[in-house]
């Protein structure tokens, strides 16, 4: 059984306050990019798992704490599916790079394993258990476009015309996630802060749902955003860099991805993106055009 889920861009991601179950609430829109992870699942005795790509897999832990091998066996558990499963993942997604692609691989897990074992649980019973796997699972399975709140894991499909191009910079070595927001919270404490109501009130600009509807790239790069991006920059000082020269080139405008190191760049169209892409590898980075919104996790025939 093989099935293909996409990695994800942030186009707006507003964090708030941190909440009382370790999560801060979100207000975000997420858009599905064609950057894949491709989960094979062979039947098997017990649970093995191997992982190749053309990416730095170095970083992917192999054994329980792999969220491919945790949906896999939650599944089984949650539908007394006794057989077993072997899981081989090839990864398109860079780790830790703030594109979401080890929640790819748990919602292609999901998926994979379903049909593989005929669950019978219906998207709405996957839904429950992508959620209970992360908060970035529930999008991967969704795909798309789609506004994110709650911990990110309460979404809204969000109406989006046309196809958008995005020239994506690698980042090199990952970024946590986690690190990245007690890295804002700790900004935020020492007066870089939003105002307590504010945090309140968050909410996604109706100007990005507009721009996403009439389906216009000039339209969403002047109101794209990322509260996380602050705390990447902290880390990596050359984030500005490749910002300033991705928006040099050509790009409408850029954004950190998530949690970072990826860095995301709006092209007015295909043209212009293959441009850029071709411009920011002659200077050295390691730039690719993808285009977004694509499908969530589905069976590849
Ligand atoms: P997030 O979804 O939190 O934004 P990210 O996109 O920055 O995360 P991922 O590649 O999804 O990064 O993984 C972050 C960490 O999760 C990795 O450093 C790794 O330790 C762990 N992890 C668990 N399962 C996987 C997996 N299948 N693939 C990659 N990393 C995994």
């Known amino acids: 059984m093989h099935v293909r889920a996409p990695g994800k861009i942030n186009v707006y991601l507003g964090v708030g306050a941190l909440r009382g179950d370790g999560y801060h609430s979100l207000a975000t829109v997420f858009q599905a990019v064609s950057l894949y992870e491709d989960v094979h699942a062979s039947p098997s005795d017990g649970f093995s798992l191997e992982v190749s790509g053309e990416v730095d897999v170095s970083g992917v832990p192999l054994d329980d704490r792999n969220l491919a091998l945790r ?37 292609a897990a999901l998926v994979a394993c379903d049909a593989l074992w005929g669950t019978g649980i219906g998207s709405r019973g996957l839904h429950e258990l992508a959620a209970r796997l992360g908060a970035d699972v529930p999008f991967a399975l969704h795909g798309g476009t789609a506004v994110g709140t709650g911990r990110g894991d309460v979404l809204t499909p969000a109406l989006a015309r ?10 090199g070595r990952g970024l946590s996630t ?79 991805s998530g949690s970072g190191p990826t860095t995301a760049f709006l092209c ?6 293959g441009a850029l892409r ?11 055009h993808v285009h977004g919104p694509v499908p969530g996790a589905r069976v590849v025939d």
């Open 71 to 107: 949906a896999a066996k939650l599944l089984a558990a949650e539908t007394g599916v006794r057989d077993g499963v072997h899981l081989d993942i090839r990864k398109g997604v860079p780790v830790a790079g703030g594109m979401g692609g080890g929640s790819a691989d748990a919602a």
């Open 162 to 171: 046309g196809r958008f191009d995005w020239v994506l910079v690698l980042g």
């Open 178 to 256: 986690p690190e990245m927001y007690r890295r804002l919270d700790g900004l935020r404490a020492h007066g870089d802060s939003l105002a307590d109501d504010a945090l309140e009130l968050l909410e996604v600009p109706v100007a990005v749902l507009q721009a996403l509807r009439s389906g216009s790239a000039e339209e969403l790069a002047p109101v794209m955003m990322n509260d996380l991006e602050a705390a990447a920059v902290l880390d990596r000082a050359d984030i500005e860099l490749v910002l300033a020269d991705g928006v040099r080139m050509g790009a409408l405008t850029g954004i950190v």
């Open 268 to 273: 007015g169209g295909p043209e212009a993106a």
């Open 278 to 288: 071709d411009e920011l590898r002659a200077s050295g980075r390691d730039a690719l």
